[in-house]
């Protein structure tokens, strides 16, 4: 599909579906896979989100709010580093201070699902 030539990218909902499936398509065919399957490799694929998680750490301790949110979820899940949920406490708390909704979302989430002692200094600050 060639670019477009006006000054916006506005594109049809079926053009954008078009570009999922082309995306869809190469990953299957260039994504490295293990000898056994024809899937990606699971060593690949963590491999790649210990990087990321070390990269999102790098960023979010330079005050990168969406690191500090996307590390607490990895950190939360466990992917490319060990769960930790003290950490994700804190990662979380900190994007959801600066003002990320997203943060602020799933810190509600954990306050509400008690994974969080109840500090009633800080919930009525």
Request: glycine share 4%; net charge positive.
């Amino acid at each position: 599909m060639a670019r477009r030539s006006s000054s916006s990218d506005i594109f049809t909902h079926q053009e954008i579906l078009n570009r999922r499936k082309r995306v869809r398509r190469w990953r299957v065919t260039h994504a490295p896979t293990s000898p056994e399957t024809s899937k990606p490799s699971a060593a690949l694929a963590e491999i790649s989100a210990g990087a990321a998680a070390q990269w999102f750490r790098k960023a979010a301790q330079q005050g990168d709010v969406y690191a500090q949110y996307n590390l607490a979820v990895m950190l939360l899940k466990g992917q490319g580093t060990p769960q930790d949920s003290e950490a994700t406490f804190r990662w979380c708390r900190i994007a959801a201070e600066q003002g990320l909704a997203e943060a602020q979302a799933r810190l509600g989430d954990s306050y509400q699902a008690e994974r969080v002692k109840d500090d009633h200094a800080l919930a009525h600050a």
